[in-house]
């Protein structure tokens, strides 16, 4: 089982970015897949999940109306669109899938804003 992010990296605010999350090993399509972030010394948290067929949980009031996620189950990929980037933004970011008590974690891709 893989979970690979990519995508992330050096942004200025205002900036945009998208995560991509490339899954193998697993029936992807069975899977929630989620993305969350962890800042330096905050606790990981849950910034967008997606479900087969497209239905999303609510984000998270610090990036709704900024963040997208979306899925292409025929690539076995998980997306994070991420625009009007702000500083508060930056973290790690990982990728997760879950399939009842079973989840697997990326190992994570850093977002960084900064001027």
């Known amino acids: 089982v893989q979970l690979v992010e990519s995508g992330g990296g050096l942004v200025q605010p205002g900036g945009s970015l998208r995560l991509s999350c490339a899954a193998s090993?697993?029936?992807?399509?069975?899977?929630?897949m989620s993305w969350y972030r962890q800042a330096p010394g905050k606790e990981r948290e849950l910034v967008a999940a997606i479900i087969s067929g497209g239905v999303t949980t609510n984000y998270p009031s610090s990036v709704k109306g900024r963040f997208t996620i979306s899925r292409d189950d025929a690539k076995n990929t998980v997306y994070l669109q991420m625009n009007s980037l702000k500083p508060e933004d930056t973290a790690v970011y990982y990728c997760r899938g879950q399939y009842g008590s079973t989840s697997y974690w990326g190992q994570g891709t850093q977002v960084t804003v900064s001027p």
């Open positions: 090993g697993f029936t992807f399509s069975q899977y929630v």
